[in-house]
Nanobody, 125 residues
Framework: QVQLVESGGGLVQPGGSLRLSCAAS????????MGWFRQAPVKEREFVAA??????????RYADSVKGRFTISRDNAKNTVYLQMNSLKSEDTAVYYC????????????????WGQGTQVTVSS
């Protein structure tokens, strides 16, 4: 079992930055692929970014809407995955969730086994 807790959300002006964190506990975090998803009101949950576990090669993947602005990273010593969000736009407003799966990174919500409770990000002036 893996428990995930997100933090770092809040209110930010357009063009600003936030860094989300997702702390994991439980089984061997370093071997899990980690993903970030988001869900805006009345919309389906959508893929944002994902990164493989330390034993697998491959670069992180990003949704086209965040490519060049968001960066996913992980610190296995701290059992934490991060999402650095720069140049934020109003359309980035959503609840952000982290997720884990014991395989290669994936982009569908159904492919992940464990989820956090989410953290709200609001981009507004």
């Amino acid at each position: 079992q893996v428990q995930l807790v997100e933090s770092g959300g809040g209110l930010v002006q357009p063009g600003g930055s936030l860094r989300l964190s997702c702390a994991a506990s439980g089984r061997i975090f370093s071997s899990y692929a980690m993903g970030w998803f988001r869900q805006a009101p009345v919309k389906e949950r959508e893929f944002v970014a994902a990164i493989n576990g330390q034993d697998l090669i491959g670069t992180p993947r990003y949704a086209d809407s965040v490519k060049g602005r968001f960066t996913i990273s992980r610190d296995n010593a701290k059992n934490t995955v991060y999402l650095q969000m720069n140049s934020l736009k109003s359309e980035d407003t959503a609840v952000y969730y982290c997720a884990a799966r014991q395989s290669t990174l994936a982009v569908r919500t159904t492919q992940y086994d464990y989820w956090g409770q989410g953290t709200q990000v609001t981009v507004s002036s």
